[in-house]
């Protein structure tokens, strides 16, 4: 069946939330995938952060392979050694001495389980007020959507939850807003569907200063930023390491390479006794298949060297990319990188940024543009400076084809 005809079943027999897909992709090895004509491109978004280890690498393979020939699902009236593993894995490189953690199956889920634990919380201690960031994005249920702050996806859905409050990511707005009613301040280390942008200097060592001040939770989305991402575990840890850990971190992405899966980790009695046996569950989070996965994903990027090699490879880029003509700068760390252009519209006036996308598509890259004028990539973490360097020696010819469109 053709690439086009499969494109016309989709939107015939799929709902039509993601509208219509751009190819129809059959296969993938490292950071390269096959769509149904035969045609190769060269994958920078990593199925958005997802695909840590690229595609079809041996040791995913080989785990999911394995575990799913032993045993790969068990409710949660039982645990496997999988399951407490990976556990224990994320707790050690969180190096929290007195943690717990929650499996689910995505990013979304993760948050809806850290507002429902926020909640809790501040109904037991009489606090009302859950703060999140203008321009955050955190998930599309209704919990998870009522801390997103963009309207275009909150408003079909009103009346969402109340008492969340969306305030600027500035220290200022922090200072001005963090009182004793907040029971909660959910924030992303660097805000990925806004065209990646990272919190002020200091936000995050402000934010633990005034949340335990407070007596609010301080809740860190590290959905898109978690899992060596930015070239750390943790994208906070850049501020807050040792006794300055935040409360809850949400995790999905790359934890899994590829493999559903998500997860919520606490740090101390406060967060993790808040919620009770009961109070919240799910049929599939931490089955044996997803966590063995995971623990092969992560294990593959201690024994690779990939934190590292993802630091080093995003500053190179960056240096490079910020060299070519049109491009104004760029933001991010590691191998979460915005290229912001220098303008917003083609010479037809339509913007800038969703046309570049197209152009690069047809020049054989998958990339994507959060807004008008920026370009997003995070690649698998495997990547090489040859492939990022194929994508920067086009990157003019992409925009001179994208200014005509």
Request: aromatic share 6%.
């Amino acid at each position: 069946m053709t690439q086009e005809r499969l494109i016309t079943e989709y939107a015939h027999d799929m709902l039509g939330v993601f509208g219509q897909p751009a190819l129809v992709l059959v296969r993938g090895s490292g950071s390269r995938v096959t769509d149904a004509e035969g045609r190769t491109y060269l994958d920078l978004l990593g199925g958005i952060a997802v695909n840590a280890l690229g595609h079809a690498h041996p040791a995913w393979v080989r785990a999911v392979s394995e575990q799913a020939a032993q045993l790969a699902h068990v409710s949660n009236f039982f645990t496997t050694p999988q399951q407490v593993g990976l556990a224990q894995r994320l707790l050690g490189y969180l190096g929290a001495q007195d943690g717990r953690v929650f499996f689910c199956n995505s990013g979304t889920e993760a948050n809806e389980a850290a507002y429902k634990l926020a909640r809790r919380y501040g109904n037991v201690r009489g606090k009302g007020t859950i703060l999140a960031l203008e321009h955050g994005f955190h998930g599309r249920t209704l919990g998870a959507l009522a801390l997103t702050h963009k309207p275009a996806y909150r408003e079909p859905f009103e009346p969402l939850p109340a008492g969340i409050k969306h305030i600027p990511a500035t220290i200022e707005a922090l200072e001005e807003n963090l009182s004793d009613h907040v029971a909660a301040l959910i924030v992303e280390p660097i805000q990925g569907e806004a065209g990646v942008l990272p919190l002020p200097e200091g936000y995050l060592q402000r934010a633990r200063e005034l949340t335990r001040s407070a007596g609010a939770l301080l809740m860190v989305d590290e959905v898109q930023t978690g899992m060596g991402r930015t070239g750390r575990w943790f994208a906070h840890s850049r501020e807050l390491t040792g006794q300055e850990l935040p409360d809850v971190i949400t995790l999905a992405k790359g934890l899994g390479g590829g493999f559903p899966i998500g997860a919520v980790l606490t740090v101390g009695p406060d967060a993790g006794q808040t919620l009770e046996a009961g109070m919240h569950g799910t049929t599939f989070g931490g089955n044996p298949l997803a966590t063995a996965a995971a623990t092969a994903t992560l294990q593959a990027i201690e024994n690779e060297g990939l934190l590292e090699a993802a630091s080093q490879r995003g500053t190179r880029f960056r240096a490079a990319i910020e060299q070519v003509p049109g491009v104004a700068t760029s933001r991010g760390d590691g191998l979460l990188i915005g290229i912001v252009l220098t303008d917003s519209a083609t010479e037809q006036g339509n913007p800038l940024a969703p046309a570049f996308v197209i152009a690069a598509r047809s020049a054989g890259f998958i990339i994507n543009a959060p807004d008008a004028r920026t370009v997003r990539i995070a690649p698998a973490l495997t990547i090489t400076d040859q492939e990022l360097a194929e994508f920067t020696a086009e990157f003019p010819i992409i925009l001179a084809q994208a200014r005509k469109l």
